[in-house]
């Protein structure tokens, strides 16, 4: 009897072909060593597994159409977290675009995201790779502790700890971006403690401490969040000011003044004294180092006029010499500072321009101390060949002036002090506008005080005929509108009497 048996199934004895099993297969031998392949992967996967789930790191995986799906390897904790990132449509779109470029560049791409909770925020890393699969894998790594390390690594390098304001190293980066760009509007300011070293010697540098705090904490409220503020050195802090008009700087300080004054009125003991200066950049290329010698400058102007300040001791050494040399000084710088500063008010000048004024006034006849006392005391009027002497003294001034740091700002204003409005003044004949207005101010008040002071050859002028005398010179030897803006701060007072009595009670202090 034929033994008919039903067929096997294709699908199944080509299987049992393959693996080896069955007794028709032809590959039997192959078994062992197919087994042995499949304990290896599967060792591989299971390391593969522990290993993603011993590390903090989430997984992602995203297939070329931007599908993202947690990795199912990782733990449940970070399985959680994975889909916590997930819910925000932000940061989803964002790792959707990223993917895409990733698969389009076969590049490795970064990104950096928060994702904020209830009270927290958690910064995160993504890191995404393409696989030969057309998928990307996501690397997701909380790295917020990371970037509060950083954090705080940077504002050491960037921070005073003291004021906890930008340090000089920030400021100088700050400059530095600025340096050579086409801009406007550019102001620098600089603020100084004055005597901070005597207090540190002699109260201690707790002391000396509590007013650098006390300082940065007033500047800290004249500032604007647009503003740039730093402490630069041990008793110096800087201000830097874009796109604002000179008439606000001016502003700034004199509410920055105000303020002093009312923290002064405040504090039981001793008193917070600082000297400042700024310099302005209308317009054009900016050269900070410029700026910042300029700025430097006019700080240097304000401390010298300031009795406070210990640099103050050049300003009394050369005026004692002034005043050997020549009687007629004595009270003479006094009066017409009070009259010059009453007229830089008047013409609203700025107030680096009102410290040069100041100097000047104090230091226009400092060449005086090379010129003989035989012509500097002479009781008649002096002859052809005197006079060119006498008129040597604003080039000895200005190279004294120039000579010394501390005057060396004003050393060309000492220099021109005897220029005239007609251009027949000297050492150099300019003429008009071109003359500095500082100097135009003090010919003014300069012949003013001489003619109603007596002079070893002539007796003192009335007020009244001193003023008439100046407003006969108008648009020769001074500049007609100097003439009337003096006239003005003169009928200001109630009468020259009154105006005098101040001037003189101003000179007594």
Not at 277 to 302: I, P, S, V
Not at 374 to 387: D, Q, V
Not at 451 to 460: E, H, S, W
Not at 473 to 490: H, I, R
Request: charged fraction near 30%; aromatic fraction near 6%.
């Amino acid at each position: 009897m034929k033994n008919f048996s039903t067929p096997k199934d294709k699908k199944q004895v080509t299987r049992e072909a393959i693996i080896g099993l069955g007794e028709g297969s032809i590959r039997k031998s192959y078994y062992p060593e197919l087994q042995e392949k499949m304990a290896s992967l599967e060792k591989s996967h299971s390391r593969n597994r522990t290993l993603m789930m011993a590390i903090p790191d989430m997984l992602l995986v995203s297939d070329a159409r931007g599908h993202l799906a947690p990795f199912s390897a990782g733990s449940r904790q970070e399985t959680n977290r994975s889909l916590a990132i997930l819910r925000e449509p932000g940061i989803t779109d964002m790792l959707r675009e990223k993917v895409m470029k990733c698969l389009e560049t076969q590049e490795m791409q970064q990104e950096v995201f928060e994702l904020k909770g209830e009270g927290t925020s958690i910064t995160y890393e993504a890191r995404m790779h393409a696989t030969e699969l057309e998928e990307v894998l996501i690397i997701v790594r909380d790295i917020t502790e990371q970037r509060q390390l950083e954090n705080r690594l940077r504002t050491l390098a960037e921070k005073d700890h003291l004021t906890g304001l930008y340090n000089r190293r920030k400021f100088e980066e700050k400059l530095l971006e600025l340096e050579g760009k086409d801009l406007k509007g550019i102001a620098l300011i600089l603020f100084d403690i004055d005597g901070l070293k005597v207090i540190n010697d002699t109260l201690g540098h707790l002391a000396g401490d509590q007013i650098i705090v006390s300082l940065a904490k007033l500047l800290q409220q004249l500032v604007k969040d647009t503003h740039y503020l730093a402490r630069i050195g041990g008793n110096e802090f800087a201000v830097l000011v874009e796109q604002e008009p000179i008439e606000s700087i001016e502003t700034m300080l004199q509410t920055f003044r105000e303020r002093l004054e009312a923290y002064n009125r405040e504090i039981e003991t001793g008193s917070l004294g600082v000297s400042y200066g700024y310099a302005y950049h209308q317009q054009g290329c900016l050269a900070t180092k410029e700026l910042h010698q300029q700025a430097d400058h006019h700080l240097y102007q304000h401390k010298l006029l300031k009795e406070s300040s210990s640099k103050s001791a050049l300003v009394r050494t050369l005026m004692k010499a002034l005043e050997a040399k020549d009687y007629i000084t004595e009270g003479h710088a006094d009066r017409m500072t009070f009259l010059a500063e009453a007229m830089g008010e008047q013409l609203g000048l700025s107030q680096s321009q009102k410290d040069s004024l100041r100097l000047l006034t104090k230091f226009h006849d400092l060449g005086k101390v090379g010129i003989p006392d035989s012509i500097l005391k002479k009781p008649g009027k002096l002859n052809a060949e005197e006079w060119a002497v006498m008129k040597t003294h604003s080039r000895i001034g200005e190279r004294i002036a120039a000579a010394s740091p501390e005057l060396k700002e004003i050393s060309q204003l000492i220099l021109k002090h005897h220029e005239k409005w007609d251009g027949s003044g000297y050492p150099l004949q300019l003429k008009g506008e071109v003359i500095p207005i500082e100097c135009r101010i003090l010919a003014i008040v300069d012949a003013f005080d001489a003619m109603n002071n007596d002079r070893p050859y002539r007796n003192a002028m009335p007020a009244e005929a001193a003023l008439a005398e100046i407003k006969r010179s108008s648009g020769t030897q001074f500049d007609p509108q100097m003439v009337m803006v003096f006239e003005t701060v003169l009928q200001r007072n109630h009468s020259d009497a009154s105006l005098w009595q101040m001037c003189k009670d101003e000179a007594g202090r």
